[in-house]
């Protein structure tokens, strides 16, 4: 067996992340999800909540605009001190860094699967990673919204566009990529048609395929 890491991007609502956990069950290795958040915080010092609401206040862009410009030292002196670490970097931008750090050193440790985070990004030079991006109808992310997420039905559509905007936002802001695109991605799988243990079986006949299995 060759060495790999899989990375699954994914539309929220798609089930990424439960096919992410059923991959990493079948090929048995590790899953690395939210995870990372907790190892990001330790690392960091921040707060797993404030590194874990990083895509939902990317949604607002004028927060990731003020962190920029309060970084660039048009601010006042105060003003830097509220949104800055001691190393002069904004903490959105230390929240993705110290991700960033934990996901290239889990990858170096061993077969894995990673779920978000960038991570088809922070290891796209990576020759033993197969990037995975799932993505779902809209009338299928809406009802994982409301049944999985206990989104009432009438904030379902409203809610799903709101974090769609931030995770492209946050993708776009840290890697000048935009988000979901074809050619950043080995496979792609509509998870309306496979259903979520349908796209473990395809993802596994692509590593093999890939020689990875």
Known sequence: MEKFVVTISREFGSGGAIIGEKLALKLGVPLYNRNIIEMAAEQSGLSPDFIDKAEERASNSFLYNLSSYLYSGSGSDLDRTAFTTQYEMPVNDKAFFSQAS?????AQKGNCVIVGRCSDYLLRDNPDCIKVFIYANVEDRRKMLINAYDVPPEEAERRLAKLDKGRAYYYKHYTGEN?????????????????????????????KSAGKL
């Open 102 to 106: 934990v996901i290239t050193d889990l």
């Open 179 to 207: 988000w979901g695109q074809i050619r950043d991605h080995d496979l792609i799988l509509n998870s309306s048609v496979t259903g979520l243990d349908g796209a473990v079986d395809v993802i596994i006949q692509f590593m």
